[in-house]
């Protein structure tokens, strides 16, 4: 199994509502990854997780608050979001974190906020 | 940070035509990635290059790295209908290498 899904595909949401974003993974990767990618740019980094535990956060700001609950699972919790936040938010995976392992990405969820 | 710039940010082709995209960096890479994203979907992984002035080929998809390792092609062949979308390269984000920046990208369009 080399998918990574994501839930949900898309989403839209009120800037004063909470709602999370799911990433799942069987691959027994130990790296996940979450990317925002705005329309006709590349994909821009935001957390990396290395063995369950935050290792990079690209100053993201704190209305986005990842969670890897565990080695398959990240979440991106989201509150109080802006209409700029409204990108596709896409999931990654690899075997560890490197920049030459291959990284796997979901097919993303597309967020709008109104 | 590190940066990897990339060119051109599109190109129309007819099919049948050639294309290239270049991608540079001001630093040494130790590796560089390239993934195609097609329209409305992810970026899908299609190779690493990581020995100095390696050259890699996928059927009508030709890869490149430098000799110094700065910079990097993707040549396509007498292109498709399939080949359309946009091109990224990738390398690494920091001198650790722990994650993945990507060049601009390059979208490629393809008339028949």
């Known amino acids: 199994d080399t998918e990574v899904t994501q839930t949900p595909k898309h989403l839209v949401m009120g800037m004063t509502n909470k709602k999370s974003l799911k990433c799942e993974q069987h691959?027994?990767?130990?790296?996940m990854y979450w990317y925002k990618q705005k329309a006709k740019k590349p994909p821009e980094l935001m957390f990396v997780?290395?063995?369950?535990?935050?290792?990079i956060n690209e100053s993201v700001p704190s209305r986005f608050s990842p969670e890897c609950p565990n080695s398959s699972l990240l979440n991106l919790h989201l509150h109080a979001l802006q209409p700029e936040d409204s990108a596709l938010y896409l999931c990654?995976?690899?075997?560890?974190?490197?920049?030459?392992?291959?990284?796997?990405f979901g097919p993303g969820t597309r967020l709008l906020v109104l | 940070g590190q940066q990897v710039m990339q060119i051109p940010q599109y190109q129309h082709v007819q099919e049948g035509e050639d294309f290239t995209t270049y991608c540079n960096s001001s630093?040494?890479?130790?590796?560089i990635q390239w993934y195609k994203q097609r329209p409305g979907g992810h970026p899908v992984f299609l190779i690493q290059?990581?020995?100095?002035?390696e050259v890699k080929k996928q059927k009508r998809l030709t890869f490149q790295f430098g000799e110094a390792k700065k910079n990097s092609s993707l040549h396509i062949t007498a292109t498709q209908t399939t080949d359309v979308g946009t091109y990224f390269c990738?390398?690494?984000?920091?001198?650790?290498?722990?994650?993945?920046?990507f060049g601009k990208g390059t979208t490629l369009s393809v008339s028949s």
């Open positions: 630093t040494t890479l130790s590796n």
């Open positions: 997780y290395s063995y369950e535990k935050l290792s």
């Open positions: 990654a995976s690899s075997p560890r974190i490197a920049s030459q392992e291959t990284q796997y």
């Open positions: 990738a390398g690494p984000w920091d001198q650790a290498g722990t994650a993945l920046i």
């Open positions: 691959m027994g990767h130990r790296a």
């Open positions: 290059l990581v020995k100095s002035g």
